[in-house]
């Protein structure tokens, strides 16, 4: 089974920190995402990657950074926490874009910021 | 917006029923896939059909697919409790691997 793991299930952050969201999955998978959701919005996608060092911006990058020095790891970076990126942060991968495959997600990091 | 829209935004029916849901969407599609989430967790997924598909099983769920109408539709046959969750169409088109979500159904079974 296909295991994707978070390193926060909750965290509480100040206005204005740096805050890193951990993802790791353990299944050697290609291409790996990070969403927020909101209530009434859906899932949007903010960052993903398709191989080692390589990242895309998907629909709401603003605010967001993501590293990925390892395949099977990828981090979201706030660089600078505001209240409005109060949300619930969900991380996927997938095997890899040569076709279409299902996505795969983490158990979700609720974060607040005050 | 590539975004599927998924109706009714909530349904609530009695254990042993059968829930329909839909999604409609507004571009040309690769694929179409559903997922589940249950309060508060991540996204499971349920089944993909593709483009030149009509129809789908898997167990209990069924899938159908018009894309001349660019809409699909997902029935759960005989409802549990446990089918309990949101449901999410999500939509691939010509970027492979990137999917486009919905905002869910919110299903409500009573026992």
């Known amino acids: 089974d296909v295991k994707v793991t978070q390193s926060s299930r909750y965290l509480v952050k100040r206005t204005g920190e740096k805050v890193f969201l951990e993802c790791v999955q353990d299944?050697?998978?290609?291409?790996m995402f990070w969403y927020r959701q909101d209530p009434g919005l859906g899932l949007r996608l903010i960052y993903f990657?398709?191989?080692?060092?390589?990242?895309e911006k998907g629909d709401i990058p603003e605010g967001y950074s993501v590293s990925r020095e390892k395949k099977e790891r990828f981090s979201l970076i706030l660089e600078s926490a505001s209240t409005n990126q109060t949300s619930m942060y969900l991380c996927?991968?997938?095997?890899?874009?040569?076709?279409?495959?299902?996505?795969?997600f983490g158990p979700g990091t609720r974060l607040t910021v005050t | 917006s590539q975004q599927g829209e998924e109706d009714p935004q909530a349904l609530s029916i009695q254990e042993g029923e059968n829930a329909t849901m839909n999604c409609s969407y507004k571009?040309?599609?690769?694929?179409l896939q559903w997922y589940r989430q249950n309060s508060g967790r991540g996204l499971v997924h349920l089944i993909l059909i593709r483009s030149n598909e009509r129809e789908k099983h898997s167990g209990r769920l069924r899938v159908t697919l018009d894309t001349s109408k660019k809409s699909s539709s997902l029935l759960i046959t005989a409802s549990r409790a446990a089918d309990t969750a949101s449901y999410f169409c999500a939509t691939e088109g010509s970027t492979l691997g990137r999917l486009y979500f919905g905002r869910g159904t919110q299903l409500t079974v009573w026992p």
């Open positions: 571009t040309s599609i690769n694929n």
């Open positions: 996927a991968s997938s095997l890899s874009l040569t076709r279409s495959y299902e996505q795969y």
């Open positions: 299944m050697d998978h290609e291409n």
């Open positions: 990657s398709y191989d080692v060092k390589m990242k």
